[in-house]
Structures are given as C-alpha cells and as structure tokens.
C-alpha cells in the first residue's frame, strides 16, 4: 500500500517526516482557539515551511495581537473569528467533519472542553465503535528506527477489544511512515506467560489472534519485556524466539502507566524527541499541551499532516 | 541513623558505593549453586576488592574446575561441597538463616528451585507477614542521584498494604545509601487523581497516609507522572506543587510491567548502570540472570553488602 502514489520509503527519523511531508499536497489543520502565542508561532512554522494550510478558529483580535507582537503575518492563516473558546472547539471539529479541513489541533481551549467537542455524537467525529487513543512516536538517539507507542495518555488499562483498536491505530501510522508490514511488541514484564499477570495472558491472546489471520498488516508477538523488544543482543542471551526480534516498529504497553513511563523515560534520561496524535476520530488530531517544547508540537503537526495526507490519496485512488 | 557508627555521605553513584564497601567491616555471602563461571568470576572480584567474605556452596568439582581454567585463586572462597543444585540452594539459605552468611546469592540453580528455598516456612528466612520485592538502585547519565525503583520483577500488581511494605524496603535501601529522608514519587500517569485510574487513587491514599505521620522516613508524594517526579522543570511548566519536586530518589510504580519498562529503557536506551536485590527476607538476596553483565552482578553484591553491613550496625549498637 503506497502513501502517495509512489513508494513510500521507511521512514527512521522524525526529521526525516518533517522534510517529507513538505513534497506532498498540503492538508489542512483547523486549530480550536487558535490563539495563544505558541500554537500560533507552531502552526505559523508549519505553514512557512509548506507543511500545511491552517485555519485559525478562535478570537480575531487576540489572534492579531500575538500575530503583531510575534511579527508573524497574519496572511498565513485564514481566520474563523469564535470568542468563545468553547465554541470555537466545536466549530473546529465541525469543519474537520464536514470536510473543510482535514485534522484538528487544539489550541487555547480546556483539554476537557476540547474532548467534549470532539466526542459529540452530533459532531460525527468519533465513528460509531470507533475508541480515541493516544499515539506517540518516539526517535531516541540509542535505537536505530522509530517507536510507535501506545497509549500512553487516554486509555488506562486497555481491554482485549480496546486493545485491538489501539493496535490497529499504530498499524495505520506506521503505514504513514512507510513501515509496511510494522513488528509488534505487546509489552509485558516477561516473555514467560503467568496466569498471575494479565498482560502476559492478554498478550498471548493477541498473538493467537495474529497466527490465525485474526490481525493483518502487522507482525504482532508478546508478551515480550522491553529488552527483547528492541534488543537483539538480550533476544541471543535470554535464548527468546520471537519474529519481533529486538527491531520493534510499535510497543503496545498494557497499561497507562507504563506506556506513559517509557514516553516520559525516554524524552527525559534518553535525549527522545517525539510527536504525538490522538487516533480513532475521522481525521487526525493534535493534542499538545503547555509543556510540549516547540519541536514537539512542529512534529506532532508534521505527523497528523502525514496521516491525513495518507487518508486523502486512500480515498481519492 | 547512621550505618557505620560515623555519618555516611549520601551516594549518588554507583561506583562510589562499590569504593565505599571496601572500608567497612565485611560481611560473607552464601552463594547458592556457586559453580558457573558466571557467578565464580563476580564473587571472586567481589573478595579480591575487599568487598566480601564468600562461601560457595555447591560441587567442588565444578567449582575447582572453573578456578583452574579461569586462572582464579580457590582459596578466595570457603567452599562447601553439594553437588545437587536445589539441596545446594536449601543449604545456602540455611546457612544466612543461622547466621553463618549475612547474605544471600543465586548461582546456578533455576529461579523457582531457588524462590522456594527462600520461601520455605522451615527455612525462617521470609519473616512472617512479609513480602518478597525487588529493588533496584539505577544511575543514569542524565540525572544527578541514584533512582530507587521498585517492583520491576516480583509483585505483579501491588495492592496498598504491599505497595507499604514494599515502600518500606525502598526506604532501607536508601538509608544504606546514606541517604536519610528519601523523596519518593508514587508514579501515575498524571498528577491528577481520576476516579478511572486505580494507580492515582492508591498514590492519594499512600500520600494521605503519609501527611498523617503513618508513613515515617521518608517524603511521600502521588500520584505523580515520571516527568514531575525527576524534573524541576517540568514541575514549573505544568505548576505541580510537589515536596518530591523534581528530585525524586525513590520511585514506586503501581505495577510490574511499568517498572520493568523504566528498569530497561533506562538500561537499554538511556547507559543506565544498575545493581539489584531481593528485599522482605532476614538477610539480603542476589539475584541476577544470565542477561546481567559484569558490572551488573558486582554494583548488586556491593549494594547486598551494604545493606547487611547496615543491619550488622544497627543489631550490635
């Protein structure tokens, strides 16, 4: 399955994304209360540097007033003028359902108020059946390839079912990298199955599941501990056989807490730089928050910009 | 508290540990099934830089065997001749249990053979009403003190009365690290408390505990997300008022898979040095794998050493 027409190549670094996407045709982000300086300085740098177009939904005049005290020409965007935060939420989702943009990004509005926009039934946002999930791909300097990683922020503990969405969703952005056929970590704490730990016995589901044809476009195994995942060496020295073979593309965690530990363990003791979206909606969604540093939310633009673009030759072929 | 009569520096490298072990009184290691190159290397260093007194238990043949080709001094060692690993691991046990050894450590014996020495109720080595944890003690490059984190390999899913006793085998640890009033970060995914999410509300009862005064020794604070935990900066950006405030020295994580997950990305992606042992029994326990290297299996002798020179102070003064 190609991205864009031609053959997509792997991708391993996330600068490597961000040159990428700039060669594609452009998507284009309706941000939600597009009006604080740093979603503005963000996504004007998306659109300087020919990533996307971008709707600005949120308060006109706050909008021009960071726009002149950042020295940003306001001409980069096009404005939608919405005082009220919470209304510019919905009325950004809203263009991205009815096909006026094709990702969202949150910008100077409550995360709570935000996900209500986007939950809505009315809005048709969320397919029917469909599970919002985080995922996070993440370059540390000490591993050859990128990480996919979920999920580390909205799921707490994923069942069997939730867990095969998540799964499916980190399939789908590993495509948008060009991965085409990912490896599949379901993490555990061993490779041994314990009927004492239910993230072995989950994991061993799912690759069940997977040697059935039950999961396609993936090679999936677990439950696997980190190390095997993305460790040749400690796959020799522990004698464990598994297809994922110390290359993982994506790591399933089994719960919240521990995705959210390797995302945070490697950003800051491993020099990561990562990207971030939230999946599972009918268009790609960039959710950043105050402690994201300026790289991170370029990034995470870059990735939803990738994906949508990757939606858009889907369905235009 | 003071460990050694005098007062003992905090230590916030591993390396300094090892150094500081030598000048104290030593304490003598059982090794259980101490036969394999492996673990006769490790021990034999271990006495040559004064660290330990050692007893081998296990076949003398064997063990005479590998001094010989390994050019290694058998005189370093009081050996004790059992040829069968699991009576050897039975033997060992017993030996710390009547006060001939001070520590314990596994050799090459399996896990279970050796876990069911430890918890045979004949053996008087797990006090009654105690729990077996892990504790491991992580230096990484990017952070300026030692990382207490527990329960990466034996409690799956700790309820709060075991979260307690393992938090308290944290605090001695620490303690025999010098280090007196410990900050301990109760890990989450978030600093908020969701009603959703069990890991956030066991932290708010732990820390409630903790404020009032049934907690002692140490500064208790959850729930907390890693980056809070180890980061000022972070603390700053997201305005989280924490008395751990990004200077955390222990870390409780609310389950085995995402302690295990920080235990091997900081090993595998961040050049962590790690030591490691067994917490809740009478006398400290090694326990190390094929998987762990050199430095891995010394830097874990010295930290047992360390602890069973702390209790040898505390029960004679």
Redesign the interface.
Known sequence: MSCTGGTLKPIHRLDDLCQQIKVESKRTVAVAAGQDPETIEAVARAVEENVVNAILVGKKSAIMQVTGEKNINPDLFQIVDVADPNEAAVKAVSMVSQGEADMLMKGMVKTAEFMRAILDKEMRFLPQGSLLSHVAVIQ?P??PKLLIVSD??IV?VPTLDQTLKILEHTIEVANALGIEMPRVAL????ESI?T????SLDAAVITSMARRNQISGAIVDGPL???VA??KK?CR??GVDTPVDGEADILI??????????Y????????AKIASLVAGTRAPVVLTS??DDDAFKFASICLAARLASKRFYEASS
């Open positions: 540390v000490t591993y580390a922020a707490p993490i555990s704490a061993s314990s004492r730990i239910q993230s501990a980190l190390d993305i460790s400690h020295i522990k965690f089994p719960n919240i807490e521990a995705a959210n530990t390797f945070k363990s490697t950003a800051l003791l491993a020099g105050r402690a």
